[in-house]
Structure formats: structure tokens, C-alpha cells
């Protein structure tokens, strides 16, 4: 039984957040999608700390009256079962419960398996770490969803920061000369802040100035130190050999880092740099892209490694380098696209993207080489035939 001055406490937390997140307009780009999935499901977000998942949550349980939400690190709730609390929620006629920081719980995938069998509220609940929630969600099977709230895309930074709305765009489009045009003729404006973006963007907290690479290093050595220990050990050996890999990742070409080279400098075997780079992309640091391949070689290529937006602008800063300008627009690419494979073109430092069926092919303002079937992601704002604006495809999400 849980006291009764425990449930008020719950209730007045939850009423005092709700009120501050309604005041919050901007909406992330899962919104829609993960209050079409509530009722129906059980559903789960993660994503790197500071990303938005709690204001999130925030706004979609004010959308509800039934509505309770819950932090599973707060203090006074340590000595009450997960399922204690939403059986007692669901026994007061509460039909909704925002479960955050769920990960800090032990168990609690079982308890919401349980919950899920037995009462009739129904549960969003989110994590930092991916490795935490995906490993566990296995559990609940078909009972939940589970959904990665990304960083924030360029869209998205316009919007909050800029004031500039822009629609949210399909990739096909992007491959119609004529759609292209259109939109660069009401958004041409909008790409004088693509540099921006790319040294602070990310983050709903950006402030645009140093103090921001001063709070990711900050959110780093949580990420690695906290995140990461729910799969693996985390001792002074591995959170070095997790910086140095992120700082020999962030001083590379993009796509150029390879298991062999990372094993060599960093002195570990290259099945321990695997290993780390899939565990580092799981809590959201890394991403990685795999060939235009199938059967063998699929799996005996390497993936090309790639940091998260502003990951790149911040390491290089703290080392009191500069990172390259060519190196940031093959992020950005990456970075706002879901499915995408390379494509290693004999004779050429960095690779080209398969996606959509189409070659796309990163480069600056003046570049004009022209390839059957390729298109040119360049900083121009040229459209004709098979130039896209490299600005456009940050507007997918």
C-alpha cells in the first residue's frame, strides 16, 4: 500500500510539470507519432540525455486529464514497486502513466509486462540509453514500441531557434528538380544557418556560443560513465579508450576510420573497437553505415563510422582544433537520414550514399563533376538537373 502522502506528492509533481511543458509550443517530430501509438501500446523513447524526451513526455501526458507523470529517480519513490504505483494509479481511475527515467529502476520491464496484463492504464515511459530499454523491451514483446528521439534535426533548429517553420519534406521529393526550385524560393534564407547548426545544433538547451561545448562535455561523461554501464563495465581503462575513440573518429575524414587503424592506435584488439562502436552508437554518440553490399561482403566490410550532431564541432573544439568543413557536410547528410548504404567509388577518398534507389555524392558550393545517375549535395543553392542543396535534406525531419 502506498501512503497516501505519496500519491499526492506524485500528483502535485506531475500537475506543477505538465503546467510548465504547456507553455512549451515547439512539438519534436515524434510527437504525432507516439500519441497515435499511447492506448494501443505500450510505448518507450530514448535518446542521448538533453535531447527532449522528458518535455516530450511532458506534453503529450497534458494532452490527457486521466494523466500522471512520474521520474523513477526521484528519491521518495525508491522503497515502491514500479507495478505498486501504477496499480495505484489505475485504482484511482488514472488512464495514463508517463513513466521517466525508467531505466534507473531494476526490473521494470517485467513489472510493466505485468502491468500491462493486469490493468487498464496504459504507459509511456522513457531512458538515456538505448542499450538499457532495447535490451529489456525483449520482455515485453508485443506489448510495447520502441522509438529513438534523434537529435534535433536542422528543421527543427529553425523552428526553435530561428523562428523559420518549414515543412517537413519527403526524400523522393528531394529528387524533383521542380520541387527543389519551389522550396529553395521560400527557404533560400534558411541555409545561412546550416554552419550554425553544425557547431551547436542538436540540442533544444543550444546556446550558440562555448558554454555549450562546456555542457556536452559535461553530458559525455555521463553518457559514458552511467549510460554505458548497463551493458558493460565501466572502469577508467574503458571510459579512456571510449574518449579516444570518439576524439580519433571526430579528427578523421568521415567514413575513413577503420577497426584496424582505431585497434592499432589505441592499442586493444579490434574485436574490443568493435564492440565499443556499436555500444557507442546504442547510447547515441555514434552512427554507422554499412556497404551497398549483400551476402559476403556485407558482412565482412567494415560500416563507416560517423559522430551525432554537434559531436564533431564540440571534441574537435576541446582539442583546440578546427574541424573540416567537408567532414561536417558528410554528418549532416548522415546525420538526417534513416536508410542510407555506401558506396565506394574506386580511386575516392570518401564514399558516396546510396539511398532511395538514387547515388548521392556530398561536396562544396563549386563543385560541378558531373556522374550519370549521381546527385551532388552541394552548399550551393543551384538546383538544376542534379544538384540538391545540401540545406534541404536537414528539412526530412
Not at 502522502?5 to 510539470?17: E, G, N, Q, T, Y
Request: charged fraction near 25%.
Amino acid at each position: 500500500m502506498i501512503p497516501e502522502s505519496v500519491v499526492s506528492r506524485v500528483l502535485a509533481d506531475s500537475a506543477s510539470k505538465k503546467a510548465w511543458a504547456s507553455d512549451k509550443s515547439f512539438r519534436r517530430y515524434l510527437y504525432d507519432k507516439v500519441k497515435s501509438a499511447l492506448g494501443r501500446y505500450y510505448v518507450g523513447v530514448h535518446g542521448l540525455r538533453g535531447v527532449g524526451k522528458t518535455t516530450l513526455m511532458l506534453q503529450i501526458a497534458g494532452e490527457f486529464k486521466d494523466s500522471v507523470y512520474l521520474s523513477m529517480d526521484s528519491l521518495y519513490l525508491r522503497e515502491f514497486s514500479l507495478y505498486e504505483i501504477l496499480r495505484e494509479l489505475d485504482s484511482r481511475g488514472y488512464k495514463h502513466a508517463f513513466v521517466d527515467e525508467i531505466h534507473s529502476y531494476p526490473g521494470w520491464a517485467a513489472e510493466l509486462k505485468n502491468a500491462h496484463d493486469d490493468l487498464e492504464i496504459s504507459v509511456m515511459f522513457s531512458g538515456s540509453s538505448a542499450l538499457a530499454l532495447a535490451s529489456q523491451t525483449i520482455d515485453l514483446s508485443r506489448r510495447a514500441l520502441l522509438f529513438e528521439l534523434k537529435p534535433l534535426s536542422f528543421r527543427e533548429y529553425l523552428e526553435m531557434f530561428k523562428g523559420i517553420r518549414a515543412p517537413a519534406i519527403r526524400l523522393e521529393d528531394l529528387f524533383n528538380e521542380e520541387f527543389r526550385r519551389n522550396l529553395i524560393s521560400g527557404y533560400a534564407h534558411a541555409s545561412s544557418f546550416l554552419q550554425e547548426y553544425l557547431r551547436f545544433g542538436g540540442f533544444p538547451y543550444s546556446t550558440r556560443d562555448t558554454l555549450f561545448y562546456d555542457s556536452l562535455a559535461s553530458m559525455l561523461e555521463r553518457v559514458i560513465h552511467f549510460d554505458l554501464a548497463y551493458v558493460r563495465e565501466v572502469d577508467s581503462l574503458v571510459a579512456s579508450l571510449c574518449y579516444r575513440l570518439l576524439y580519433y573518429v571526430a579528427t578523421c575524414e568521415p567514413g575513413s576510420a577503420s577497426y584496424n587503424k582505431m585497434a592499432s592506435s589505441l592499442g586493444v584488439s579490434k574485436t574490443l573497437v568493435a564492440s565499443l562502436v556499436r555500444d557507442l552508437e546504442r547510447v547515441g554518440l555514434l552512427r554507422t553505415v554499412l556497404p551497398r553490399a549483400r551476402g559476403h561482403k556485407l558482412v565482412r566490410k567494415e560500416p563507416k563510422i560517423f559522430l551525432r550532431i554537434p559531436f564533431r564541432a564540440a571534441l574537435n573544439y576541446m582539442i583546440g582544433r578546427e574541424p573540416g568543413q567537408g567532414s561536417l557536410r558528410e554528418e549532416f547528410l548522415v546525420n538526417h537520414l534513416d536508410r542510407l548504404q555506401y558506396v565506394r567509388e574506386t580511386g575516392k577518398r570518401t564514399p558516396d550514399y546510396y539511398v532511395a534507389g538514387r547515388i548521392v555524392e556530398v561536396g562544396g558550393r563549386a563543385k560541378k563533376r558531373k556522374r550519370k545517375g549521381v546527385y551532388l549535395a552541394t552548399d550551393s543553392l543551384e538546383t538544376r538537373g542534379n544538384r540538391i542543396p545540401l540545406f534541404l535534406f536537414g528539412l526530412l525531419y
